[in-house]
């Protein structure tokens, strides 16, 4: 039975979508004025593992994703660069959905943009204002959070200590609350009269004068046209529980007067350097293009995304996605070899495969088999506890020495190699980072081939010492040798 930790409840919650077997589900996607970096790449693989898992569970998911394509931050950006808004925000959603690609994370339904839903975001404002929860100033339509008795259910805060509100509050003297939040702002006529493209403001025509959307505004309208005023589970880090999700509350709730707006909430932690979280606005972040770039490797065969999305893939499911991770190269390094050791095992899995090994086991169902059942009852139980990957990333690391500690004592047949894989390949469709294709063989030069061969004829001679002494030399070129049952296997150090 699956458990999940709600934000507004501040409990684990056992999950009952509202419907049967669906799940609709929303995660808050990115600003577009510029590169996503690794903290965002963070929340977005763990929403990618969470309606992945839903799915294995049997749910059918529709996750729902918004793109930000209007934004104070956008306008800027466009006006520092010289280039039209419109341009810059389709090249970075553009490569978004590119780094999203690179990182496997293929279980978004829907990507729907703020400016592809005006229609109904005035429709919200227009139902707002005739309930009386907006009001006009002069620089657009606000919302009076003194009108919403529910305020602050989801951060806990109160409507006075919105006043030292965070983070994207808006601005503006004649505002009746210092919390309150904008619907809509007014484009400033002399604005748009320039000849300059790129000093072309967004605007749309409203029922109160040109403008464009609030930032809030834009998540509930899409919601509500996509889901209806009701849905099963909201996404997104923590950062955005105050003001932003408050602020989704407030609209949706006050329009349809039907609460909860969201069963879940589910809220990831953030990703930090030294402590600090990874933000743009800091300067100590790493671009998941860059990330990818550094991590490329060339011995592996092509599979849908490479290593470099398999490390940051496992680097973030190895820490539960409430808590935070802290970056260091430090710590990449541990990850890179924590793979590696998976690739060892799965390379002795696919070369068991194809023998003919038989073992002494007399049992038809081999030790192994009958403990993969346990492994898969943990496994779930481990999801089911709010996603909590790390632990079921420790059972995966327990398989493996169990795994090699049997082939070691010849215990392992095609047949375990097979379901052991078989294993593998049912967690990895919600986890992506164990590689299940055919490592090509490093390229080994010739002088270090004839080496080996001189070894192996010492060996054969029972000359140990020379064997010795070659496998040293081997070695300290920067190759060793693995001596298996197929014969020597070199692998560069
Ligand atoms: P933004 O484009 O800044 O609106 O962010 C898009 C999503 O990424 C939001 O859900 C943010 O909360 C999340 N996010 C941004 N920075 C980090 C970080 N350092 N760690 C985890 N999530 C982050």
């Known amino acids: 039975m699956l458990k999940v930790y709600n934000t507004l409840s501040q409990k684990k919650e056992i999950f009952k979508p509202r419907k049967a077997r669906k799940v609709n589900l929303f995660v808050c996607g990115p600003t577009v004025y510029d590169f996503s970096h690794i903290g965002h790449a963070r929340t977005y693989i763990v929403f990618d593992m969470i309606a992945k898992y839903l799915k294995q569970k049997g749910y059918r998911v529709y996750y729902l994703q918004n793109i930000t394509d209007v934004d104070d931050k956008i306008i800027n950006r466009a006006i520092e660069e010289k280039i039209f808004w419109k341009d810059l925000s389709r090249?970075?959603?553009?490569?978004?959905?590119?780094?999203?690609?690179?990182?496997?994370?293929?279980?978004?339904?829907?990507?729907?943009?703020?400016?592809?839903?005006?229609?109904?975001?005035?429709?919200?404002?227009?139902?707002?204002?005739?309930?009386?929860?907006?009001?006009?100033?002069?620089?657009?339509?606000?919302?009076?959070?003194?009108?919403?008795?529910?305020?602050?259910?989801?951060s806990k805060r109160t409507a006075l200590m919105a006043e030292d509100a965070v983070s994207r509050i808006d601005e503006a003297k004649e505002k009746r609350n210092k919390g309150d939040f904008c619907l809509w702002k007014f484009v400033r006529p002399e604005w748009q009269k320039s000849g300059k493209k790129f000093l072309r403001i967004p605007s749309w025509p409203s029922p109160w004068g040109a403008g464009r959307p609030g930032w809030h505004i834009e998540d509930t309208a899409i919601t509500e046209k996509y889901f209806g005023s009701q849905y099963d589970?909201?996404?997104?880090?923590?950062?955005?529980?105050?003001?932003?999700?408050?602020?989704?509350?407030?609209?949706?709730?006050?329009?349809?007067?039907?609460?909860?707006?969201?069963?879940?909430?589910?809220?990831?932690g953030f990703l930090t350097v030294k402590g600090q979280k990874m933000a743009k606005s800091l300067g100590n972040f790493i671009t998941i293009k860059d990330?990818?770039?550094?991590?490329?490797?060339?011995?592996?065969?092509?599979?849908?995304?490479?290593?470099?999305?398999?490390?940051?893939?496992?680097?973030?499911?190895?820490?539960?996605?409430?808590?935070?991770?802290?970056?260091?190269?430090?710590?990449?390094?541990?990850?890179?070899?924590?793979l590696e050791r998976i690739d060892e095992f799965l390379d002795k899995l696919q070369s068991r495969i194809g023998t003919n090994v038989t073992t002494n086991n007399t049992n038809r169902i081999s030790e192994i088999s009958a403990q993969?059942?346990?492994?898969?009852?943990?496994?779930?139980?481990?999801?089911?506890?709010?996603?909590?990957?790390?632990?079921?990333?420790?059972?995966?690391?327990?398989?493996?020495?169990?795994?090699?500690?049997?082939?070691?004592?010849?215990?392992?047949?095609?047949?375990d190699a097979r379901e052991i894989l078989k294993f593998l390949r049912k967690i990895d469709k919600v986890f992506n980072f164990i590689f299940f294709g055919e490592r090509v063989a490093l390229k080994i030069p010739s002088f270090i081939k004839k080496m080996v061969k001189e070894r192996e004829e010492a060996r054969k001679k029972g000359d140990w010492k020379l064997a010795d002494e070659i496998r040293r030399k081997i070695q300290w070129m920067g190759y060793k040798i693995e001596d298996t049952k197929e014969g020597p296997k070199i692998k560069k150090i």
């Open 91 to 154: 090249k970075f959603e553009k490569e978004y959905l590119k780094d999203m690609k690179a990182l496997n994370i293929t279980s978004v339904t829907k990507y729907a943009r703020a400016t592809d839903h005006i229609r109904e975001i005035i429709s919200q404002i227009e139902r707002l204002l005739k309930k009386g929860y907006a009001y006009q100033i002069k620089d657009g339509i606000y919302y009076d959070i003194s009108k919403f008795k529910d305020y602050g259910k989801l």
């Open 233 to 268: 589970i909201h996404g997104g880090a923590r950062d955005l529980i105050f003001p932003h999700h408050e602020a989704e509350i407030c609209q949706m709730e006050a329009i349809s007067g039907k609460k909860p707006m969201v069963k879940y909430w589910l809220h990831t």
């Open 291 to 338: 990330f990818l770039k550094k991590h490329s490797a060339r011995h592996y065969t092509k599979q849908s995304y490479g290593v470099g999305a398999r490390i940051l893939r496992f680097f973030v499911l190895k820490t539960h996605y409430r808590s935070p991770i802290d970056y260091s190269e430090k710590e990449i390094g541990q990850v890179k070899s924590q």
């Open 372 to 415: 993969i059942r346990e492994y898969l009852r943990a496994f779930e139980k481990a999801m089911d506890d709010d996603f909590n990957t790390p632990r079921a990333m420790a059972l995966v690391f327990h398989l493996i020495s169990r795994g090699n500690y049997l082939f070691d004592k010849e215990k392992i047949t095609p047949a």
